[in-house]
């Protein structure tokens, strides 16, 4: 075997963001290999991810053709994932697809504070790089993204939701 | 089209037929592979009992919120509506799932072959809203509140119960934001949505009580009445819904709305109990 199975769960797209990886998207926790076997560990972005099943059935597939014939995928709970973890590479594969990436998670003590004005990150538009852009939805087709328009270009696009 | 021009061409590759997600048979275990042994010290009933009830309130009111897709006043409001149900539907998936694990029943029994005095979720989440306003107003208290508790339970003694709160709880603060924008703007707007927000929040204040009977409440009045305050509403002044002999949905006694969401959301299971999807 060329690719070691960390090589091989690394490069799986996933299925909702089929322009990155599961490496890229920070969800990948862990590749054990024994052998012929290997454990896999993977963590949902939302508790609901309708995608947990198929990106284990997609690792399952994957795994086995390169070579592995035992192979367990497990979730891992804790800690949670952040949008802080979807990688440098990720947000530039994100951006050429069109897809704003998360603005940095701010740490905080105490109570979580509330928003009660439209969230307005610095978010740039992936198309022309404008930073006049406004939210126009808090929630888009997938569970992590949000919506926004560009006002110099305005075609609509997607974020990346902070969290 | 090379898979530089569509992305999504990737997922086509190497696939059978029979586990695309759309369309396959059987979830997975929202645990698969984590530990759920109990750790020393710790009551498993009492945590059984503690997550049943916790994903009784996400199952229920999910659903509640599900019933409202289609029926929201704009496009962008029908894809957040769905978010939210859709975070609700899975942490009620764990919790109970961690229940189940405890008691040896799946998830999928805990929520589709139990009868109405089984079920343990507070009684704020039995009714369906009337319109808008009440929607936004229930889950802006909603989400205050679970918050609230998810905050405390992110340190519980269980680690599987932990991870879940800590998980939850950047959804709810999303949530929360959410709704508490929309009580704003319906309370800061015309005449007519200021009267139906107030309205709506009088409807369902009797029962916001009891949902602080197993958290300080004292954190969630602050946000609560900042909202309140931006939005130029007042907090409602009414008595709160007794209990019934002294019970309330957390010892399994409902209101008169429970018989109707269960029996939607249990139908299909009930009438094919053997079926997988």
Not at chain 2, 38 to 65: E, F, K, M, N, T
Not at chain 2, 114 to 124: I, K, L, T, W
Not at chain 2, 152 to 177: C, M
Not at chain 2, 249 to 272: I, K, P, W
Request: proline content about 5%; charged content about 25%; hydrophobic content about 40%.
């Amino acid at each position: 075997m060329v690719n070691t199975a960390y090589d091989v769960a690394a490069s799986v797209p996933d299925p909702e963001l089929p322009m990155l990886t599961l490496a890229d998207l920070g969800i990948l926790r862990a590749v054990d290999e024994d052998g012929d076997a290997v454990v896999v560990t993977i963590t949902p972005t939302y508790s609901g991810c309708p995608a947990m099943r198929e990106m284990s059935a997609d690792l399952q597939q994957r795994l086995r053709t390169a070579g592995y014939a035992d192979v367990t995928v497990r979730t891992a709970l804790a800690p949670a994932w952040s949008s802080d973890w979807i990688t440098p590479e990720g947000r530039r594969k994100l951006a050429a697809a069109g897809i704003a990436p998360p603005a940095a998670t701010s740490h905080r003590r105490g109570p979580v504070p509330l928003t009660l004005q439209p969230r307005r990150p610095e978010v740039r538009c992936p198309r022309c790089g404008s930073a006049g852009t406004r939210e126009t939805a808090a929630f888009s087709g997938t569970a992590c993204k949000s919506l926004y328009r560009c006002s110099s270009c305005a075609e609509p696009f997607e974020l990346i939701k902070t969290t | 089209m090379s898979t530089d021009d569509n992305p999504y061409e990737s997922l086509a590759d190497e696939h059978g037929e029979d586990h695309r997600w759309a369309f396959g048979t059987g979830f997975v275990d929202p645990l698969e592979g984590i530990d759920t042994s109990i750790p020393a010290g710790v009551d498993a009933d009492a945590l059984a009992a503690q997550c049943l009830a916790l994903g009784d309130d996400a199952l229920i009111y999910s659903h509640r919120l599900q019933q409202w897709v289609t029926r929201m006043p704009e496009l962008e409001e029908e894809t957040a509506l769905a978010n939210i149900a859709l975070d609700l539907l899975g942490q009620a998936r764990m919790l109970l799932a961690r229940a189940g694990t405890i008691v040896g029943r799946s998830e999928d029994e805990l929520a589709f072959f139990r009868a109405e005095h089984e079920f343990r979720n507070v009684r704020f989440v039995e009714r369906l809203d009337r319109d808008f306003a009440e929607l936004v107003g229930r889950l802006l208290i909603f989400a205050t509140w679970r918050l609230a508790l998810f905050e405390q339970l992110a340190g519980s003694a269980d680690p599987v119960l932990a991870a879940i709160a800590a998980k939850g709880g950047k959804e709810l603060t999303y949530h929360r934001d959410y709704a508490a924008q929309w009580v704003v703007r319906l309370g800061d707007g015309t005449d007519e949505s200021k009267r139906r927000m107030q309205a709506g929040l009088e409807v369902i204040w009797p029962l916001v009580d009891e949902l602080f009977a197993e958290v300080d409440r004292a954190e969630a009045d602050v946000v609560l009445d900042t909202v309140f305050a931006t939005a130029g509403l007042k907090r409602p002044d009414r008595a709160a819904l007794a209990p019934v002999d002294r019970r309330t949905g957390r010892d399994g006694v409902h209101t008169e709305a429970m018989g109707y969401v269960l029996a939607e959301l249990q139908s299909v299971a009930r009438a094919h109990p053997e079926a997988t999807w």
